[in-house]
């Protein structure tokens, strides 16, 4: 299970608050993808990066940002603008974008009260 | 822009019984379908995955079937087990793999009774 890691395991916030999730990836993959998982709902894409510097909106980017400044880190910010931000969020990496395997981290479990 | 249906969204079989859920999708330049699976509390891991120019996969009890025609593809389960017990989802690269992302499925229920 090494390789992509996701900290903390769990989270809580009180409303109003930015919160930044991190993610790591020892991997050398050139790809990494945030995604927030819903019950019912699968895995919605919120961001993602091609490349060092690089970064594209997903489906449900509204109310988060990210920075990639090192080619193994990604963080996620859910800013107060996110209207319902209690989910679970998934990081993962692949060796490029596209049609590649992509590789999960364990998750983080954001609460928002 | 693509879109990808996964049924069913629920799927309760006895052990030793076959599992098959389907997913369709809307673009024909799409390339790249991967199954995940999911236990409880997990990540997401890839289990099989299968390109345009092949009709079938496997890997012991499971295999993918593509059928590029009809836009779908279906993951198939053979003896089932109760490990076997997860959320699976379907997974498409649109536009010939070149949009960057995948495209995913929102899941089936898998629950297999001893």
């Known amino acids: 299970d090494g390789g992509i890691t996701q900290s903390p395991k769990y989270l809580f916030r009180k409303e109003g608050q930015n919160v930044t999730l991190s993610c790591e990836q020892n991997?050398?993959?050139?790809?990494m993808y945030w995604y927030r998982q819903d019950p019912g709902q699968g895995l919605r894409l919120i961001y993602y990066?091609?490349?060092?510097?690089?970064?594209q909106k997903g489906d449900i980017a509204e109310g988060y940002s990210v920075s990639r400044e090192k080619k193994e880190s990604f963080p996620l910010t859910v800013t107060s603008a996110q209207k319902n931000p209690t989910a679970f969020y998934l990081c993962?990496?692949?060796?490029?974008?596209?049609?590649?395997?992509?590789?999960f981290g364990p998750g983080t479990r954001l609460t928002v009260t | 822009g693509e879109n990808v249906e996964q049924h069913p969204s629920t799927l309760s079989v006895q052990e030793g019984d076959s599992a098959v859920i389907k997913c369709t999708y809307s673009?024909?330049?799409?390339?790249?379908f991967p199954w995940y699976k999911q236990e409880l509390g997990k990540r997401p891991q890839l289990i099989i995955d299968?390109?345009?120019?092949?009709g079938e996969k496997k890997d012991q009890r499971i295999a993918v079937t593509l059928n590029k025609t009809a836009k779908h593809f279906s993951l198939h389960i053979t003896e089932t087990q109760p490990e076997d017990s997860a959320v699976y989802f379907c997974?498409?690269?649109?536009?010939?793999?070149?949009?960057?992302?995948?495209?995913f499925g929102k899941g089936t229920k898998l629950s297999v009774k001893p």
């Open positions: 993962a990496s692949s060796v490029k974008d596209g049609a590649y395997e992509q590789y």
């Open positions: 991997l050398n993959h050139d790809a």
């Open positions: 990066s091609q490349i060092v510097n690089d970064f």
């Open positions: 673009d024909s330049a799409s390339n790249y």
């Open positions: 299968i390109r345009s120019n092949v």
């Open positions: 997974a498409v690269a649109p536009y010939g793999g070149s949009q960057g992302n995948l495209i």
